[in-house]
T-cell receptor
């Protein structure tokens, strides 16, 4: 049973399209995150939600909009996709009861052509 | 501002040997946490080890240990008895206040290759 699952695993789309990446965790965690890993493997936090409330919002274009319908889900919607959005996007979750570390999903490789 | 530096973009180690991956950090916070994650070629991020800034003992988890030198602001990862499956990218990370639910900054990573 996958703890943090993202769909899809691969996403290829044209510039200008709108796409969503879904994330679900079955760990009962309160906090969920989106990270972006670029082509040089550099990993940077984008957003963090705690109990469906946005707590971290890094300098990210407002074409990126996270949505948390409930504690177990944090989806990422991207409007008007650009070539520079191509990256691997990771969802993660954490909770004090399970330790200080975050549990990551398997990543979604987004390619914008 | 917080910053993580990993000065070794690539490292090689012979199987069964020990290897140290360097990590230095910069922060003005008194309370913070340091993490190491492993990313194999399959792409997933795997948590390895954690050290809180107030922890007096160096963290250990199986073959992994974290050499924490607070005054030098370093948090090196030591892998003992390297295995072929240890070949991966390794990321050092830091959070203010010491947990993942605070902002976590990642270093650029070190690519480790274990040679048979």
């Amino acid at each position: 049973d996958t703890a943090v699952s993202q769909t899809p695993k691969y996403l290829v789309t044209q510039m200008g399209n709108d796409k969503s990446i879904k994330c679900e965790q079955n760990l009962g965690h309160d906090t969920m995150y989106w990270y972006k890993q670029d082509s040089k493997k550099f990993l940077k936090i984008m957003f963090s939600y705690n109990n469906k409330e946005l707590i971290i919002n890094e300098t990210v274009p407002n074409r990126f909009s996270p949505k948390s319908p409930d504690k177990a889900h944090l989806n990422l919607h991207i409007n008007s996709l650009e070539l520079g959005d191509s990256a691997v996007y990771f969802c993660a979750s954490s909770h004090p009861a399970t330790g200080p570390e975050a549990f990551f999903g398997q990543g979604t490789r987004l390619t914008v052509v | 501002a917080q910053k993580i530096t990993q000065t070794q973009p690539g490292m090689f180690v012979q199987e069964k040997e020990a290897v140290t991956l360097d990590c230095t950090y910069d922060t003005s916070d008194q309370s913070y946490g340091l993490f190491w994650y492993k990313q194999p070629s399959s792409g997933e991020m795997i948590f390895l080890i954690y050290q809180g800034s107030y922890d007096e003992q160096n963290a250990t988890e199986g073959r992994y240990s974290l050499n924490f030198q607070k005054a030098r602001k370093s948090a090196n990862l030591v892998i003992s008895a390297s295995q072929l499956g240890d070949s991966a990218m390794y990321f050092c990370a830091m959070s203010d206040r010491g947990t993942s639910y605070d902002k976590v900054i990642f270093g650029p990573g070190t690519s480790l290759s274990v040679i048979p």
